[in-house]
């Protein structure tokens, strides 16, 4: 039953899609908006990569989760740079970074952009943060890369790899597996999607801004990011503890008490098979505290590398 109410929800938000259709905005006018004087863009791996640099000191890497884009980390740099040089990368599919040709978005190939990122900027070693997908890529990284090495302290904000089978997967991740929706993804009004998924990620609604919408919206109209979206879900990957228990890096491991996207109680599979860790919760926080306990979250990142 609950598959045809879907199905029938998919249905008309689809009309109302087309009905409101909206192109894809031109890789110009997003870079006119969404750069700034600490925007680079670097060719890696047959892809125009889009990051910012900020800050002095020993590099930070933050990677963001499937639908967002580096923007998510603007917060957190704002603190952290004030002590490190922080990089926030546009992944594969995400903001102003190419959509990869051949259309894979595994694990693997996130790992080896970030891989060649490293290796073209020069950077012998780092501490990486990822949130959501951008966590999962972060603790695969530092399970499984050949620069893992460099990896010298991790943050997992809410990350995923691993599933609770009692809980429903977000409605637009379902919506993600209809062929019809993936072969129509680059003429469908976005706009309802975003502002009902932030509706989720956040426990606050509030901080669900017209501009805050906008800004995930916009970013997701670069062409091919709508598909990149279906494909990216289509592809996603579970993890295993053996990897898990290869990090050899201090862990601190975030997440919001509230998350309905990737629950709380999966956080005990990292706190038990990652052999170094420490666990800090927020409450009345979702999924995304680097932007709703922004303060909090990266006083606490701070003290955590200051150790």
């Known amino acids: 039953m609950k598959k045809y109410i879907l199905l029938a929800i998919v249905l008309l938000l689809l009309a109302f899609g087309f009905y409101l259709h909206k192109p894809p905005i031109d890789l110009d006018t997003l870079k006119a908006q969404y750069t700034d004087e600490y925007s680079h863009f670097i060719e890696l791996i047959g892809l125009d990569v889009h990051y910012k640099k900020k ?16 923007n998510t980390w603007e917060q957190w740099e704002e603190e952290l740079s004030k002590k490190y040089t922080t990089y926030s990368i546009d992944m594969q599919g995400g903001g102003l970074t190419t ?7 595994s694990i693997a190939s996130y790992l080896n952009l970030i891989d060649a990122f490293v290796l073209e900027l020069g ?8 949130n959501s997908l951008g966590g999962h890529t972060a603790w695969a990284y530092a399970a499984n890369s050949p620069l893992a090495d460099r990896v010298k302290k991790l943050v997992l904000v809410d990350p995923s790899g691993f599933v609770d089978p009692k809980r429903e997967k977000p409605m ?33 609604e509030e901080l669900v801004t017209p501009e805050r919408i906008k800004q995930y919206d916009d970013l997701g109209l670069r062409p091919g990011n709508r598909e990149a979206f279906f494909l990216k879900v289509r592809q996603m990957e579970y993890g295993t503890t053996e990897d898990l228990e290869k990090i050899s890096c201090p862990t601190l491991i975030l ?3 509230n998350d309905e996207w990737i629950p709380l109680s999966l956080a005990e599979i990292f706190r038990t098979y990652i052999p170094n860790n420490e666990l800090i919760v927020y409450p009345e926080c979702g999924h995304i505290p680097m932007e709703e306990k922004a303060e909090e979250s990266a006083e606490d990142v701070m003290q955590f590398f200051a150790k």
């Open 255 to 257: 997440w919001g008490e």
């Open 99 to 105: 959509p990869p040709s051949d259309n894979i978005y």
């Open 172 to 204: 637009v991740f379902q919506m993600a597996q209809f062929d019809f929706l993936l072969n129509n993804s680059e003429k469908l009004n976005t706009s309802p999607f975003v502002e009902k998924s932030l509706k989720e990620v956040f426990y606050n």
């Open 123 to 130: 950077i012998d070693s780092f501490y990486l943060a990822g």
């Open 55 to 70: 800050g002095q000191g020993m590099p930070v890497i933050l990677i963001h989760g499937t639908s967002a884009s580096l």
